[in-house]
Antibody, heavy 123, light 113 residues
């Protein structure tokens, strides 16, 4: 059974960089797309971006200037960095796996999610 | 960006009755090359991550009770819970994965009447 676990600081100061890691267990990080999604308290879901196991990335244009995602296949982990954070970035951050798709085909839905990590931006 | 809308915002249904949630995309999410709608439905209970119920608009995820069904094509989709159970109280989201940025609907909260 594939499991995802987010880790990182739960409190980040304004203007600093939020850094999170998602550790994948029960399966290989290779051959899948991996996304970060966030959910402000009491609100809906916002896609942040994805990273492919090759390192290829795609980001939400609304966050593109501040987001970096990366993958470490040796550790079966992928990471998120969000710079210049403000209170508006306070949210539950989830990592999730896109269901496996044949090479060269379009993205698929999310079949596995982490439990999420609440990140608060405050001084 | 493809904008996803849902209706209603919330609904309360008696146990055993039918619940219907609608989702509309601002442009078609039907990929003509494989005739698949790139539309999924997720259920989120308090304190939990979303869980996929339906993908390809109408394919039930393994282990999901058959009282959950999805229908629709192109830009208009429906999630139906045929006989609401107490454990179905949750927020339901539709999501398009046809193109990036991936987008979600605002959610529909389902409660017991």
């Amino acid at each position: 059974q594939v499991q995802l676990q987010e880790s990182g600081p739960g409190l980040v100061k304004p203007s600093e960089t939020l850094s999170l890691t998602c550790t994948v267990s029960g399966g290989s990080i290779s051959s899948n797309y991996w996304s970060w999604i966030r959910q402000p308290p009491g609100k809906g879901l916002e896609w942040i971006g994805y990273v492919y196991y090759t390192g290829a990335t795609n980001y939400n244009p609304s966050l593109r200037s501040r987001v970096t995602t990366s993958v470490d296949t040796s550790k079966n982990q992928f990471s998120l960095k969000l710079s210049s954070v403000t209170a508006a970035d306070t949210a539950m951050y989830y990592c999730a796996r896109h269901a496996i798709a044949a090479p060269g085909t379009r993205l698929r839905h999310y079949d596995y999610w982490g439990q999420g990590i609440l990140v608060t931006v405050s001084s | 960006d493809i904008v996803m809308t849902q209706s209603p915002d919330s609904l309360a249904v008696s146990l055993g009755e039918r619940a219907t949630i609608n989702c509309k995309s601002s442009q078609s999410v039907l990929y003509n090359s494989n005739n698949k709608n790139y539309l999924a439905w997720y259920q989120q209970k308090p304190g939990q991550p979303p869980k996929v119920l339906i993908y390809w608009a109408s394919t039930r995820e393994s282990g999901v009770p058959d009282r959950f069904s999805g229908s629709g094509s192109g830009t208009d989709f429906t999630l139906t819970i045929s006989s609401l159970q107490a454990e179905d109280v949750a927020v339901y989201y539709c999501q398009q994965y046809y193109s990036t940025p991936i987008t979600f609907g605002p959610g529909t909260k389902v409660d017991i009447k």
